[in-house]
């Protein structure tokens, strides 16, 4: 069963049982713009015990319930769907959640959501939308306007800014004036927000095709200064155009790669940004390793093949390919084009399965010690090099360089 049918049914038993039922909010967006819901949430007149009575208690989750929300289970192709109370939020004193919640009609529990596009309500079995706030204008006008007095709603809840630009970069719609403005006089209150909830919309608007644009946005906002990396959190005129560059060029849209790309060369900032970002141990392992790929392979035309190809073989070559591109377009064609072309090679062809191994060493009576490392290293070189080419040649070199007095490193050269 697909989410949607399971959701048009949820619906149908509500009504069915004398409530009003309708979809709700960000299913009801994006169906009115042709795209596929990530999920349908569902809105009600009933309360959570009514909720819990029509779908049974085998089949009903009351995690939420002290804030309105039932979860109704049903088959695993359509997942659980959320059934919310209509619901007015009490007051914000702490600007994220509100202090209580009241059960009331669809009207306020309109009035309560952030923007109109988010405000409106479906009725899948009349098919009918139900809209109080004016949502269906600002889709047609592809506008992200507050639900009401902008500067309140922002007050309320100083995550619905980054909101704002997530929905506008991402939908490729403009911010209406008065929530913009709202927006830029609150943004420096954005640290009010938990880093959880900061990163999770950053990464959900930078990790996307339209990252340049919510670069821009997030500038413009006032909202990047606040949490953007600190050497660009003041862009000048000519850093901003560079930097929205860059991500307009960037192929890659893995959070890790776009994150490199705004670090502008410095790979101690992935880091710093760690806890600011909520960042992943992955994510900054992966953002420092391509900044420090940047320079190699911008330097790839002129480096002995052993000195390139331990980074090309690394699993995130390609996007160091990538971000080179989008960071200096044209600069490097050389070096980018070694580079691709490397990177096209057979695995056995790029990787080698070396000469002069541990093993190789311990056949040949060697004892294990620090000068092990350094005979396989140098060999490896050698192989990749074109020095040495079979294993007897690599064994023969490796006794070579111990007679010779242990002093390996003269060997080599
Ligand atoms: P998406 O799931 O694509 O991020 P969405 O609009 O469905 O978009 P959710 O976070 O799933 O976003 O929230 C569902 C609905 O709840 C929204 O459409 C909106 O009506 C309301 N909502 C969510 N977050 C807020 C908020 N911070 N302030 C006011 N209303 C909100
Ligand atoms: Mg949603």
């Known amino acids: 069963m697909k989410p949607r049918e399971?959701?048009?049914?949820?619906?149908?038993?509500?009504?069915?049982?004398?409530?009003?039922?309708?979809?709700a909010g960000g299913c009801v967006r994006d169906a009115l713009l042709n795209k596929q819901p990530k999920d349908y949430d569902v809105a009600t007149s009933a309360t959570p015990d009514e909720v819990e009575a029509v779908f049974g208690a085998n089949k009903t989750l009351a995690i939420g319930k002290s804030f309105g929300v039932?979860?109704?289970l049903g088959p695993k192709s359509a997942g659980p769907v959320e059934v919310a109370t209509f619901r007015r939020d009490g007051d914000y004193s702490d600007g994220r959640r509100p202090d209580s919640v009241e059960f009331t009609d669809a009207k306020e529990d309109a009035l309560r959501r952030d923007f109109t596009i988010n405000g409106m309500f479906f009725d899948p079995v009349a098919e009918k939308v139900i809209d109080y706030v004016g949502g269906q204008e600002d889709l047609k006008a592809k506008q992200i306007r507050a639900i009401g007095k902008a500067k309140?709603?922002?007050?309320?809840?100083?995550?619905?800014?980054?909101?704002?630009?997530?929905?506008?970069?991402?939908?490729?719609?403009?911010?209406?004036?008065e929530t913009l403005s709202a927006i830029q006089e609150n943004a420096n209150q954005i640290s009010a927000v938990s880093p959880e909830r900061i990163g999770n919309e950053l990464r959900r608007m930078l990790s996307h095709r339209n990252k340049a644009t919510a670069f821009e946005l997030l500038v413009e906002s006032g909202l990047w200064s606040e949490i953007g990396p600190s050497q660009s959190q003041r862009p000048d005129p000519v850093e901003r155009d560079q930097l929205r560059g860059s991500l307009d060029r960037l192929q890659s849209d893995d959070f890790s790669v776009v994150v490199a790309a705004l670090c502008q060369r410095d790979d101690g900032l992935p880091e710093k940004l760690k806890s600011v970002w909520r960042l992943?141990?992955?994510?900054?392992?992966?953002?420092?390793?391509?900044?420090?790929?940047?320079?190699?392979?911008?330097?790839?035309?002129?480096?002995a093949w052993s000195q390139l190809q331990p980074w090309l073989i690394s699993k995130h070559a390609d996007e160091g390919v990538q971000l080179v591109e989008a960071l200096a377009p044209g600069e490097f064609d050389a070096s980018l084009a070694r580079c691709r072309e490397s990177l096209t090679l057979k695995p056995e062809t790029l990787n080698p399965p070396l000469l002069l191994d541990g093993k190789s060493l311990v056949a040949m009576g060697v004892q294990p010690g620090r000068h092990f490392k350094r005979l396989i290293?140098?060999?490896?070189?050698?192989?990749?090099?074109?020095?040495?080419?079979?294993?007897?040649q690599a064994t023969e070199w490796a006794n070579r360089a111990l007679a010779e007095g242990g002093d390996e490193s003269d060997a080599a050269n």
């Open 152 to 177: 309140e709603r922002i007050d309320e809840d100083k995550l619905r800014m980054l909101r704002a630009v997530r929905f506008a970069a991402t939908y490729e719609f403009a911010i209406e004036a």
């Open 70 to 72: 039932i979860t109704v």
């Open 6 to 23: 399971r959701a048009l049914e949820i619906v149908s038993a509500l009504q069915t049982a004398g409530h009003t039922a309708l979809w």
């Open 377 to 392: 290293d140098q060999a490896r070189a050698m192989q990749l090099d074109g020095t040495l080419s079979t294993r007897e």
């Open 280 to 303: 992943t141990n992955d994510e900054v392992e992966k953002a420092q390793w391509l900044l420090k790929a940047l320079p190699v392979i911008e330097q790839a035309q002129g480096l």
